[in-house]
Each structure stands twice: as structure tokens, then as C-alpha cells.
Nanobody
Framework: QVQVVESGGGSVQAGGSLRLSCAAS????????MNWYRQAPGKQRELVAA???????NYVDSVKGRFTISRDNAKNTVYLQMNGLKPEDTAVYYC???????????????WGQGTQVAVSS
């Protein structure tokens, strides 16, 4: 019913930048929060950045001042601009959207397949 597709990952040197995009499509009535998570090898998945439908944002402390989350509600798309990348940012980045579809009166989570970000020193 809902598809979530990420793009924009890749390999960069420390100090470089990448922009991740995530588009949700399908039988979408409305989208609440849109979030970016990441999971590094051997570590738990962590919430990196979140944005509400009203545009309020939150970040994990380790990326504050370097990453910026934004969304385009008309396109059901969320972005993550990542500047000043560090080797410790290396991880698979997952998009998570909280969606209400037309056939259900409640919200549920949908996840993308993940996109790899690799930062070399």
C-alpha cells in the first residue's frame, strides 16, 4: 500500500557532504512524522533526525549543527542534508514515515530499504 524509497547514499571523504532523499508513495491519506535512522555494523539502530508534519525538528546530539532534515509535504518527501561528515557517520541510513492510509483510521510505520553512507578518513 505504501512504498518508501531512499536515494542519495554513497562514499565520501571526511568533511564532505551528502544529501539523502526519501519519497513515500501509495495510498497515503496523510503523513505524520518523517524520520531518519541509521545503523552501523555491530550497533543498534538509532534515530538521527526527525521532523513533524508541522516542521518541528529534532536531532541526535552527535549530528547537531552538521545535519539538516527537511520535508516537502506536496511530494511526500523527506531530505537529510549531511555536511561535515565524519567516519563515525558511516552506517546504513533508513527512512521511516508514519502514515495513515485511506483504508485505516490510524497511523503506522513504514520503512525504506536503507541506503549506505561510507565516510573515509
Amino acid at each position: 500500500q505504501v512504498q518508501v524509497v531512499e536515494s542519495g547514499g554513497g562514499s565520501v571523504q571526511a568533511g564532505g557532504s551528502l544529501r539523502l532523499s526519501c519519497a513515500a508513495s501509495g495510498s497515503i491519506f496523510s503523513i505524520n512524522a518523517m524520520n531518519w535512522y541509521r545503523q552501523a555494523p555491530g550497533k543498534q539502530r538509532e534515530l538521527v533526525a526527525a521532523i513533524t508534519s508541522g516542521g518541528t525538528t529534532n536531532y541526535v546530539d552527535s549530528v547537531k549543527g552538521r545535519f539538516t532534515i527537511s520535508r516537502d509535504n506536496a511530494k511526500n518527501t523527506v531530505y537529510l542534508q549531511m555536511n561535515g561528515l565524519k567516519p563515525e557517520d558511516t552506517a546504513v541510513y533508513y527512512c521511516n514515515v508514519v502514515v495513515r492510509t485511506y483504508d485505516r483510521p490510524w497511523y503506522r510505520d513504514y520503512w525504506g530499504q536503507g541506503t549506505q553512507v561510507a565516510v573515509s578518513s
